[in-house]
């Protein structure tokens, strides 16, 4: 199951962040939830590589960092040396199916 768009759709009075993925699933993450994944993200940064004289976690905190201000995420999977994952493959198409990337919300 990936990703396949996410928009930000009014339901009711308000706008939500809504994750489709490619089986039909919809997801509106509450904040907690976005706060727990970030955090179990960092958690496993530092599992994966213990004993280092720097933090391993310092990498995803500032690649999310820099695009919660907005900065092109392909542009960041570029510099954090990113490209080769599978995963990066499915990224153009997310992003153009998101309409949250036409609507200009941070230029």
Not at 43 to 56: A, F, N, Q, T
Not at 76 to 100: A, D, G, N, W, Y
Request: aromatic letters at 14%; proline letters at 5%.
């Amino acid at each position: 199951m990936f990703i396949e768009k996410v928009t930000n759709e009014k339901l009711e009075e308000k706008f939500w962040t809504h994750v489709y993925f490619d089986n039909g699933t919809l997801w509106i993450p509450a904040l907690w939830e976005q706060g727990f994944i970030g955090q179990q993200v960092v958690l496993c940064e530092r599992i994966k590589y213990p004993g280092l004289k720097w933090d391993p976690a310092d990498m995803p905190k500032e690649f999310i960092r820099r695009a919660m201000n907005g900065e092109n995420i392909e542009a960041l999977c570029v510099e954090f040396k990113l490209t080769t994952q599978s995963s990066f493959k499915r990224l153009p198409s997310v992003i153009k199916k998101s309409r949250t990337a036409r609507m200009g919300l941070f230029q």
